[in-house]
């Protein structure tokens, strides 16, 4: 699935969190966001994710512009599509992401790498 940020500006109390992001996530590539501690990553994370709603800007997937969906549509997102990892992955030591994971796909793609004993690396390109 394609992501993409246009002009995502979060305003929390007054403050610009994240001020005019724009970025594309391409399916089978790995995109990190690197920046300092405060910098908005997170928020932006969860712009993506349709966690928080921006304050200005879209967020499209596979080009369709997703930014005003409705509630019912968002839970259909988090349950079909999309898979959270935690940001502080020490709270489930017991257990690897890919079995906690809400995604269907993450979990069969996380059975199969475990049934061939085989893993792809992704192409890797930063924001």
Do not use: Y
């Amino acid at each position: 699935m394609r992501v993409e940020a246009h002009d995502l500006t979060v305003r929390i109390d007054g403050r610009d969190v994240v001020r005019s992001a724009s970025l594309t996530c391409n399916p089978g590539t790995m995109t990190a966001l690197v920046g300092p501690s405060g910098s908005g990553k997170t928020t932006l994370l969860h712009c993506l994710g349709h966690l928080q709603a921006p304050t200005t800007g879209r967020v499209l997937l596979d080009g369709a512009d997703a930014t005003g969906w409705k509630p019912s549509r968002r839970r259909r997102f988090w349950k079909d599509q999309a898979a959270f990892v935690l940001q502080n992955h020490g709270v489930m030591e017991e257990e690897s992401w890919p079995s906690t994971s809400p995604c269907p796909q993450a979990r069969s793609a996380a059975a199969s790498a475990a049934t061939t004993n085989a893993c792809r690396p992704h192409s890797t390109r930063s924001a």
